[in-house]
């Protein structure tokens, strides 16, 4: 059970990665990137894309990011209980947060990384 808050935070995570590569081409080094990771999504980057996650919506997913450095070690289940509790509403958050991003394929495009397209002239 204790997988599937795990798996969630890492998939959201691999979306935090492609964006921090691709557009902001800006990938954090050193023992607490991941949470730098996390923080760098619920910034604006000016001419490149608007905040991906709300401040609210960081602080949420922060708990799974958490959760996840202690999955299998350290699996308290009153913790495992509260996060398959709010998962379902920190996913519809993130959901409403990151996918309909307009401003960020738009940011994609003029950047060139949508492939076959090239930058507004």
Do not use: W
């Not at 960081?58 to 202690?70: I, K, N, P, S, T």
């Not at 519809?92 to 990384?113: M, N, T, W």
């Amino acid at each position: 059970m204790g997988s599937v808050p795990h798996d969630f935070y890492v998939a959201a995570e691999k979306v935090f990665e492609v964006v921090a590569r691709e557009l902001d081409e800006k990938v954090s080094a050193g023992g607490d990137r991941l949470r730098r990771l996390l923080e760098q999504m619920t910034l604006a980057i000016p001419g490149v894309r608007p905040a991906l996650l709300t401040k609210e919506t960081g602080q949420q997913l922060d708990e799974f990011r958490a959760f996840r450095h202690v999955y299998g070690f350290n699996l308290l289940p009153e913790r495992l209980f509260g996060l398959l509790l709010r998962l379902p509403d920190v996913a519809r958050s993130f959901d409403q947060e990151i996918c309909p991003r307009k401003a960020l394929h738009e940011a994609a495009v003029y950047l060139g990384k949508i492939p076959g397209r090239s930058r507004p002239r």
